[in-house]
């Protein structure tokens, strides 16, 4: 049993807990019925039944990989490119206000 | 009848078009007029560029009779909705950039311009390349030119039935999972995912950004070389593209198979399918045996943990690569009380449920607690696949395999989420390890319940890097067998009496 | 009951670079409102990111700078949260493989004691865009109906720093905000300026009694907006802080805003619950591999670090923190300090001349010292002159000035002017008769008692010689005659 990098729960078998899906879908900024959120739910938990056979797989002796062809530093050099004109950007602005991009409110304290 | 301009192979227009035997201007015009004769029931194209196409077909010619040589002059090209072409609508598929017009264009698509290509429309796809049937899209329907009651196969239908149905001489396609190979092999085409990082992502609408590439969707291998060799190479705008050169493909593509060593991979052995799909796939590897290669047994003892790999690492993700998609800049936006709300109603109303599905996942696979046992076991199970193929290579140069289970199936058939991932099983392999991988039609199937014989796929796939090589296994089997022949697309051949040459 | 505070501070650096972190668009301050950006800084769908080398190298340097340890792997990771300033609702940032590991802040207090904050890391991100709210009547958050956002500095890139909670008092998080400042603006990597936003920080806050070693309760202090606010938010959350637990409260584990026109910390609690950030490794970008070659050239072009610096020219020039402080802040005038130091082997005098005339001068004329006509060596020839009494120092101070309107070198000047100092006993002698001669009275007096008359003679004596008579030799003279009738 190893520890997660973030917290020290020990790592749940895989599809034993059931998704807290009203959780989930509150991370990815996606509003659900009450009826998408047990039909998901249920979804979600047959995938991840599935995906539970990735537990069976001995992956001890491997390296995550992070990316299929090996490639290092790739880097640009420090030079300023043209940039897009200011209507071509806030043209397609759901809302703007003169030259900025309007937002309702952010309520970051009550 | 339709115009037989329309279906003439890329290569055979763009040798014409250089010629000035043949203009781009009537290439364009026959495709334009085909296209409104026969989409209306194919339904390939979200948007239709009438007058785009006859502009950028009247600077070819003209760029031809300056002198230029175009390797692809005044090719029709249908353009996946999920690459930028700049002043067109591009949309996913998705109500959530149903409006929105791309500013910029793609390196992939501005190459094959650059090469002569004429784009004739952006086609119609799974919403953000989820899917495996184009029945996920939220802004059209596309039906498979073959049997209109079938499914083109996803997520690149759109591109796949117009390439298939004449509408376009090359499709653009995105594979992830199998998004090009397994609507190519529903509909009689040869669809081609280069190895991962050969073909810039640069204005790619991104699904899994470790798995993304785009390809072409052709009738023939011949062309499939010509449309990778215009539009492979490194861009310095795409960190992941790979610096390295870039050998032409077309023009050396073998005919025969003697001296290859081709793999039949143990754990997709075809007994367990249908009959007669098993039949086909048997006939194929003898085929490839006449051709003069060595089938040999390969071993890939990981590939049956690919789908659940790839349902996590794909997802995981695109629920960060679709967080962008917030009704802030461009797109859709619902208004809310505030603006999480905002963001809450605006992705809600503009994803549809298989994008939803994909986001849930991933976020879950990301979050805290449950990244290691997710999302990290993925990526380690992912490096044993890569393995597993290492391995193979040294028995043999090719793997042939299936390139999908069954042929087209019926417009709702896979109802359960799972069962239609499954339709990947055979394309997600290669996905997850990079590597090059084709597919080429190998003959035709009569489906259960179904009149129309349907087309069936075989997938080539081989080490990374090995472009070449591949397409040329590929080219002498398709020269050997010529399956694509057999049967014409029903839908080519039910114009509308009026507007048709 | 004795308190101890004990403060961490996080800081959010703006590199000085051409363009942005991940794409070309101009880093610069100020401009219209969303006029520096691109597909790739506003997250257009299909964009990617490629990482600016200058800004790695930038990094790194920093690193070094501080004594951190520069890995040879390191990465970008995903950062995900949904905030209207991000285009993405990521950030690409650094979570386990940080560009540096570790490394120490060397700072000085106003009395000259040295300190060492360590650092927890220093990592490499993209700064987000600038929003404003509008509708609550102050232009803050709390209250506003709607926000305006600008991208300009979206993908700006970021060096955040991070401190352990070694610092101790308010005046300490300003030491060491002046070292991390005076250092990042020498090394050339980011203008460091508050008043701009290239440089922000956040202190961490709590107290313990003294002698604990366990951890009390910290606050977050946001809107600190310049050394000064930093200084005051922190005295007055310690102060705070102590207040509650001296009546027997807990202190609550929250973000404050600091309140520059009320003076207090003010609490920010916010609806958002702790965020889950699902850090994982970016898959747009690939691993950085930073070899020893490049480090060791970028070591290789650190200049002298200001704590080296103020200790070299406390420690061993004998200047003082006010003295040392100045001439660090002003690089040029050091540099120019330091060459005639070492050509005239008197730091003492150097200082003065530097520190005094010479940078008065420049305020007057509005010409850097290293800019005018004097030269560092001809300070030094002047030194010189002084030293070896060629010329006394009223003397020199006119020579400064004349030096200064481009008459020429020191002893150019001298030679012309005939301004040597008349260090002839006989002559001087005859000056010291002339004068008593005239002033019979002051010397009576001078014989009573009154031995304070003798500066007044000592400033005849100058007169009469012009004021090149050596001060010295004629208060030795004139005391000889003044007290032997």
């Known amino acids: ?110 | 009848m339709s115009n037989p301009l329309t279906e003439r192979s890329a290569a055979a227009i763009a040798r014409d078009v250089n010629a000035r035997t043949l203009s781009a201007a009537d290439v364009a015009d026959a495709v334009l007029t085909h296209i409104d004769d026969v989409d209306p029931q194919v339904g390939s194209y979200l948007t239709v560029l009438h007058d785009r196409a006859r502009e950028v077909a009247a600077q070819v010619d003209a760029r031809v009779a300056a002198g230029e040589r175009l390797p692809l002059a005044g090719v029709p090209l249908a353009v996946k909705d999920n690459m930028c072409l700049t002043g067109t609508r591009t949309t996913a598929g998705s109500k959530i950039l149903e409006r929105w017009v791309a500013p910029y264009t793609s390196t992939a698509v501005e190459r094959l311009l650059a090469a002569g290509c004429v784009p004739v429309g952006k086609s119609n796809m799974d919403e953000f390349a989820m899917g495996s049937s184009c029945e996920n899209s939220a802004l059209g329907v596309t039906r498979n030119p073959y049997d209109v009651t079938r499914v083109p196969g996803g997520s690149s239908g759109g591109s796949a039935s117009a390439v298939a149905a004449y509408e376009a001489a090359i499709g653009m396609g995105s594979d992830t999972g199998g998004s090009i190979r397994e609507p190519a092999a529903f509909c009689n085409l040869v669809g081609f995912k280069p190895t991962y990082g050969r073909v810039s992502r640069y204005g790619l609408i991104a699904f899994a950004s470790s798995l993304d590439q785009i390809g072409p969707l052709t009738r023939t291998v011949e062309d499939a070389a010509l449309a990778y060799d215009a539009m492979a190479g490194h861009d310095d705008m795409d960190s992941t593209s790979i610096d390295r050169p870039l050998e032409a493909t077309a023009g050396h593509l073998r005919t025969d198979l003697r001296g290859v060593k081709i793999g039949l991979v143990k754990e997709f052995a075809t007994g367990k399918l249908d009959a007669e799909i098993h039949a086909l796939y048997e006939q194929a590897y003898r085929d490839l045996e006449a051709l003069g290669a060595e089938l040999v047994e390969v071993e890939l003892p990981t590939a049956d943990y690919g789908v659940a790999t790839y349902y996590l690492i794909a997802p995981a993700e695109c629920s960060s690569n679709l967080a962008r998609f917030d009704g802030v800049r461009y797109g859709l936006r619902v208004d809310g009380a505030d603006v999480h709300d905002m963001y809450e109603r605006t992705r809600a109303a503009g994803f549809g449920p298989e994008v939803k599905r994909r986001i849930l996942i991933g976020t879950y696979a990301l979050s805290s607690g449950y990244y290691d046992a997710y999302y990290v076991r993925a990526q380690k199970a992912r490096t044993l696949i890569a393995q597993d193929f290492e391995r193979a290579w040294k028995a043999c140069d090719f793997i042939a395999c299936p390139a999908a289970s069954s042929p087209a199936f019926q417009f709702n058939a896979k109802s359960d989420p799972y069962s239609m991932y499954l339709m990947d099983y055979y394309t997600i392999p290669m996905s997850l390890a990079g590597l090059p991988a084709l597919s080429v039609p190998c003959g035709w199937v009569k489906p259960p319940g179904g009149d129309r014989p349907m087309p069936m796929g075989l997938q080539l796939c081989a080490p990374l890097f090995k472009e070449r090589e591949l397409l040329g296994a590929a080219h002498a089997y398709e020269q050997k067998t010529k399956h694509a022949l057999t049967h014409r697309p029903l839908i080519a051949d039910t114009a509308a009496p009026s507007g048709s040459v | 009951m004795a308190w101890e505070a004990v403060i961490g501070i996080e800081c959010h650096v703006e590199l000085k670079t051409n363009s942005k972190m991940f794409c070309g668009c101009a880093n610069e301050f100020g401009g219209e409102p969303n006029t520096k950006v691109c597909p790739v800084c506003l997250a257009l769908p299909g964009s990617l990111p490629v990482a600016n080398k200058e800004a790695i190298d930038h990094m790194i340097s920093a690193g070094l700078a501080f004594g951190a340890e520069i890995p040879t792997f390191s990465k970008f990771d995903r950062k995900n949260y949904f905030y209207p300033d991000m285009p993405k609702d990521y950030q690409i940032s650094q979570y386990d493989m940080p560009l540096t590991q570790g490394g120490t802040v060397r700072y000085w207090l106003e009395d000259g004691t040295m300190k060492e904050c360590r650092l927890t890391r220093i990592h490499l991100e993209e700064d987000t865009g600038k929003s404003t709210h509008a509708g609550s009547g102050d232009g803050r958050i709390a209250g506003s109906t709607y926000s305006l956002v600008d991208f300009n500095r979206a993908g700006v890139p970021l060096m955040e720093c991070v401190s352990e909670p070694e610092i101790h008092s308010a005046a300490e998080a300003v030491g060491y905000l002046e070292a991390l400042r005076r250092t990042l603006l020498q090394l050339g990597v980011s203008d460091v300026k508050m008043e701009e936003g290239s440089l922000r920080c956040d202190a961490n806050v709590s107290i313990r009694p003294v002698g604990s070693t366990t951890l009390g309760t910290k606050t977050e202090i946001k809107n600190m907006n310049s050394f000064r606010s930093v200084y005051r938010a922190i005295e007055s959350e310690i102060e705070r802080q102590i207040g509650l637990m001296e009546k027997g409260e807990r202190i609550v584990q929250e973000t404050r805003g600091w309140d520059e026109a009320h003076g207090v910390t003010v609490s920010m609690r916010s609806k958002e619950e702790a965020h889950d950030y699902r850090y994982f490794p970016d898959p747009d970008l690939v691993p950085l591999e930073i070899s020893r070659e490049s480090v060791e050239r970028l070591r290789a072009s650190l200049p002298e670090l200001p704590h080296v610096r103020f200790e070299r020219y406390t420690t061993r020039l004998g200047l003082d923190v006010k003295q040392a402080t100045q001439l660090i802040d002003n690089l040029p005038l050091a540099v120019f300090f330091d060459t005639a130091v070492e050509a005239s082997e008197n730091p003492k005098q150097a200082t003065n001349f530097v520190l005094g005339d010479l940078s008065r001068l420049a305020n007057e004329t509005g010409m850097a010292v290293h800019e005018s006509p004097v030269t560092a060596l001809h300070l030094a020839e002047l030194i010189d002159l002084v030293e070896g009494k060629t010329i006394n120092s009223k003397i020199a101070k006119d020579l400064v000035v004349r030096m200064w309107n481009g008459e020429g070198s020191p002893k150019a000047i001298v030679e012309r002017e005939g301004l040597a100092q008349t260090s002839d006993p006989a002559a001087v002698e005859r000056f010291i008769d002339e004068v008593l001669a005239k002033n019979e009275k002051s010397v009576i007096d001078y014989r009573a008692g009154k031995t304070n008359v003798m500066g007044f003679l000592v400033g005849q004596v100058m007169k009469a010689s012009a004021g090149k008579a050596d001060p010295q030799l004629v208060n030795r003279l004139m005391k000889q005659k003044l007290e032997s009738p």
């Not at chain 1, 050099?77 to 952010?106: K, M, N, S, W």
Request: charged share 30%; with cysteine.
């Open chain 1, 1 to 110: 049993m190893t520890t997660s990098l973030r917290t020290n729960r020990s790592i749940p078998t895989l599809s034993s807990e059931k998704i807290d899906v009203r959780y989930v879908a509150k991370l990815a900024r996606i509003a659900l019925t009450d009826d998408e959120i047990e039909r998901f739910g249920a979804q979600l938990g047959d995938l991840l039944e599935h995906v539970d056979s990735l537990a069976k797989l001995d992956v001890s002796a491997v390296a995550a990989t992070a990316q299929v062809v090996e490639s290092r530093n790739v880097e640009r050099e420090d030079v300023v490119r043209p940039c897009l004109d200011r209507e071509t950007v806030l043209e397609q602005a759901p809302q703007r206000q003169g030259g900025f991009f309007r937002v309702p409110r952010i309520i970051a304290e009550s």
